[in-house]
């Protein structure tokens, strides 16, 4: 087995520098957990979802999963939303993806990669959608960050429709979905598009 002592010496570092900030941060942090946001994004490693937000541990419930993909009989995604909405009592939904996502570029190119491709499916149906609009950007890097945008999109609307946040709503929950981008070129995010009930 290869040697990850970096990993844990990282870790000791981490720790040790938090402590020195606030003593107490761990323990009140194991004691509570009261996030205001729910972050579903993309698995890359590049998209760190608490750094690029400046937000502590705590402050962020995060599910990734490969092109922040949200189907309505993932129940590992569902379950996610529905214990950070209806037990942690989040505020916002914040669908983000990313330029330069792997998984975009695989569907867009078709590309054979084995079982991964059934779950990338769900992004060639959000092409076929808006086929149109993409057939007349010319560039085909612009199509591509025009695809990721629009995937950000229609995963934000599915995670509207699902029956936890419809429920909310029904009950008049401030609960809002918002669909970010986040660019790897200069580290910044920018809002597409939000809704609030």
């Known amino acids: 087995m290869r040697d990850l002592s970096n990993l844990f ?15 107490k941060f761990f323990l009140k942090l194991s004691k509570l957990q009261s996030p205001r946001y729910l972050w579903i994004g993309c698995s890359d490693s590049r998209v760190p979802a608490n750094e690029i937000t400046g937000l502590l541990p705590g402050e962020l419930f995060v599910h990734r ?12 995604c569902l379950s996610v939303v529905q214990f950070a909405v209806e037990v942690l009592g989040i505020e916002h939904i914040i669908l ?12 867009m190119e078709s590309a054979q990669l084995g079982l991964i491709d059934n779950w990338l499916r769900h992004i060639k149906d959000v092409e076929g ?11 085909k890097e612009k ?4 695809l ?3 995937n950000v999109l229609e995963q934000a609307h599915n995670i509207c429709q699902t029956t936890i946040v ?14 970010w981008i986040y660019d ?14």
């Open 143 to 146: 199509r591509f960050e025009r």
């Open 96 to 107: 983000c993806g990313h330029y330069g996502c792997g998984g975009v570029r695989s569907a």
């Open 129 to 139: 959608k808006h086929r149109g609009v993409l057939a007349r950007i010319k560039s």
């Open 148 to 150: 990721c945008e629009l």
């Open 166 to 179: 419809q429920d909310a709503w029904r009950k008049g929950r401030a609960l809002s979905v918002h669909a």
């Open 9 to 23: 010496d990282n870790n000791r570092r981490w720790a040790g520098e938090i402590k020195k900030k606030d003593p």
């Open 184 to 197: 790897l070129r200069d580290g910044l995010l920018r809002g597409l598009w939000s809704r609030h009930q």
């Open 65 to 76: 999963n490969v092109a922040n993909v949200v189907v309505h009989t993932d129940l590992n």
